[in-house]
Nanobody, 118 residues
């Protein structure tokens, strides 16, 4: 059974930092590209960042570029999103997704809440 579990969310003041982790189990982690998305209240889910299976390629939404860093550890089946210089508009539920390369197969976590106070 595939499981994708996010952790590390919480309440932080504007300008602060937070690190989110995502652990995927029940799959061959190195075959999957990994994504972070977020969804704010009343808004659609939006792309935040992704990282290729090897970690050699990353992409970021313009809104987080230069502030967030995505990384992965294939030995630990873990992907991390380091968030800094947080803004109130970063407040959202953050979701991790495992996306099988060259396939439409993907698995989502249940999300973790990030709240940035002004």
């Amino acid at each position: 059974q595939v499981r994708v579990v996010e952790s590390g969310g919480g309440l932080v003041q504007a300008g602060g930092s937070l690190s989110l982790s995502c652990v995927a189990s029940g799959l061959t982690f190195s075959l999957y590209d990994m994504d972070w998305f977020r969804q704010a209240p009343g808004k659609e889910r939006e792309f935040v960042a992704d990282i290729s299976w090897s970690g050699s390629s990353t992409n970021y939404a313009d809104s987080v570029k230069g502030r967030f860093i995505i990384s992965r550890d294939n030995a630990k089946n873990t992907v991390t999103l380091q968030m800094s210089s947080l803004k109130p508009e970063d407040t959202a539920v953050y979701f991790c997704a495992a996306r099988l390369r060259s396939s439409s197969v993907n698995y989502w976590g249940q999300g973790t809440q990030v709240t940035v106070s002004s």
